[in-house]
Antibody, heavy 121, light 111 residues
Framework: QLQLQESGPGLVRPSETLSLTCTVS??????????WGWIRQPPGKGLEWIGA???????YYSQSLRSRVTISIDTSNNQFSLRVNSVTAADRAIYYC?????????????WGQGTLVTVSS | QSALTQPASVSGSPGQSITISCTGT?????????VAWYQQHPGKAPNLIIY???NRPSGVSDRFSGSKSGNTASLAISGLQAEDEADYYC???????????FGAGTTLTVL
């Protein structure tokens, strides 16, 4: 059974960089045709797709965040990561790592449990 | 980037059927058959229940069904059960630089 698990600091200071890692177990992150992505959800609000990456390293980002986001992949450790620069209070959200079909997620069939990241000094 | 339009809430009694709408534009819902629906219980991650407008993943009850007409997609739930009480989100591929757009979510209450 495929499982995804987010890890990283739950508190980030304003203007600093948010960094999260997702560890995938139960299958290889190099398995085609899946992409590995990040989706966030401010508490009590809706979902926002951040971006995704293929095992080859090709990454795709939402227009709204692309200037501040980097997604990378480490196939040897079956992990992928998210970095969001210059965070503000608006970046406070539950961050989910996901497996998706296609660079643009036609469907997201596996989700991590999510991790809450708060932005505060 | 605007969200797809969903009703904020719907309700129904056990055994009844309900429908949740998801309205987009001719550039997303109306242009592609890549609409998905997700169910999210409180404190849990979303769970895929419908993809490509009408398809159900393995293990999802056949009480859930999806359809689309023009720029509006719909999720129907028949034979409502208490466990169906949750938030429901639609999503659609957009073909633009945002790649995908989500609805704002609909809270289903089973009376």
């Amino acid at each position: 059974q495929l499982q995804l698990q987010e890890s990283g600091p739950g508190l980030v200071r304003p203007s600093e960089t948010l960094s999260l890692t997702c560890t995938v177990s139960g299958d290889s992150i190099s398995r085609s045709p899946y992409y590995w992505g990040w989706i966030r959800q401010p508490p009590g609000k809706g979902l926002e797709w951040i971006g995704a990456i293929y095992y080859s390293g090709s990454a795709y980002y939402s227009q709204s965040l692309r200037s501040r986001v980097t997604i990378s992949i480490d196939t040897s450790n079956n992990q992928f990561s998210l970095r969001v620069n210059s965070v503000t209070a608006a970046d406070r959200a539950i961050y989910y790592c996901v497996r998706q079909q296609g660079a643009a997620p036609r469907r997201v069939d596996y989700w991590g449990q999510g991790t809450l990241v708060t932005v505060s000094s | 980037q605007s969200a797809l339009t969903q009703p904020a809430s719907v309700s129904g009694s056990p055994g009844q059927s309900i429908t949740i709408s998801c309205t987009g534009t001719s550039r997303d819902v109306g242009a592609y058959d890549y609409v998905a629906w997700y169910q999210q219980h409180p404190g849990k991650a979303p769970n895929l229940i419908i993809y490509d407008v009408t398809n159900r993943p393995s293990g999802v009850s056949d009480r859930f069904s999806g359809s689309k007409s023009g720029n509006t997609a719909s999720l129907a739930i028949s034979g409502l059960q208490a466990e169906d009480e949750a938030d429901y989100y639609c999503s659609s591929y957009t073909g633009d630089m945002y790649f995908v757009r989500f609805g704002a979510g609909t809270t289903l209450t089973v009376l």
